[in-house]
């Protein structure tokens, strides 16, 4: 079975560009979540999807924002970069209804100059 | 969400047996234990995950004591390869809104 796919895998974009990255969750999967990893806060969870529907979501600004499509791909979309948005982007999906393990996507490294 | 607490860092040679703490005062009665492992430019992977007293898997023990309030990753015979980043995480990852909470992880250097 395939894993999570992340694409792309490294992005250079400039302040005030905006980014979208792209989630495939492993076959089945419903749900999908991103994070953001940096050196100094760690990993810190953005939003989950399931079934097209955000169910909670972390402490971030509105620029960040995602959707996911009725096949459980999902896009984050990051506006007017910050350079502080230079991170590791993760997305990670699992099934729902008991199965608590999530599987991690490799992850896109976003560079803002 | 309960707060967690372990080591920043570990050292261990290979071939030991390598037991990573974690403390979680404030678990809730819900709430699973669960460890992932992260290695460098890479996302995390689910390492193992339990409720109560010992779970073993063809990676890991995880030893739960009776009132929940710490755990211990157990590696038995650590390989250089074992050198990573190690998540203790715990939470209701039941069937609701899911959210993973990371702490700052404890960092396993096997030295040869």
Request: hydrophobic share 30%; with cysteine; net charge positive.
């Amino acid at each position: 079975k395939a894993g999570v796919t992340q694409t792309p895998r490294y992005l250079i974009k400039t302040r005030g560009q905006q980014v979208t990255l792209s989630c495939s969750p492993i076959s089945g999967h419903r749900s999908v979540s991103w994070y953001q990893q940096t050196p100094g806060q760690g990993l810190q969870f953005l939003f989950e999807y399931f079934s097209e529907t955000q169910r909670n979501k972390g402490n971030f600004p509105g620029r960040f924002s995602g959707r996911q499509f009725s096949n459980s791909r999902s896009e984050m979309n990051v506006s007017t970069l910050e350079l502080g948005d230079s991170a590791l982007y993760l997305c990670a999906s699992r099934t729902r209804g008991g199965d608590n393990e999530q599987f991690f996507g490799p992850g896109t490294r976003l560079t803002v100059l | 969400l309960a707060k967690t607490t372990q080591p920043i860092s570990m050292d261990s040679y290979e071939g030991q047996e390598v037991n990573i703490t974690c403390s979680h005062n404030n678990i809730a009665t819900n709430d699973y234990i669960t460890w992932y492992q992260q290695f460098p430019s890479q996302g995390p992977r689910f390492i193992i995950q339990g409720y109560k007293t010992k779970v073993t898997n063809e990676v890991a023990s995880l030893f739960i004591p009776a009132d929940r309030k710490s755990s211990t990753l157990s590696l038995p015979r650590v390989s250089l390869s074992d050198t990573a980043v190690y998540y203790c995480l715990v939470g209701d990852f039941g069937a609701g809104s899911y959210q993973l909470t990371f702490g700052k992880g404890t960092k396993l250097s096997v030295i040869p």
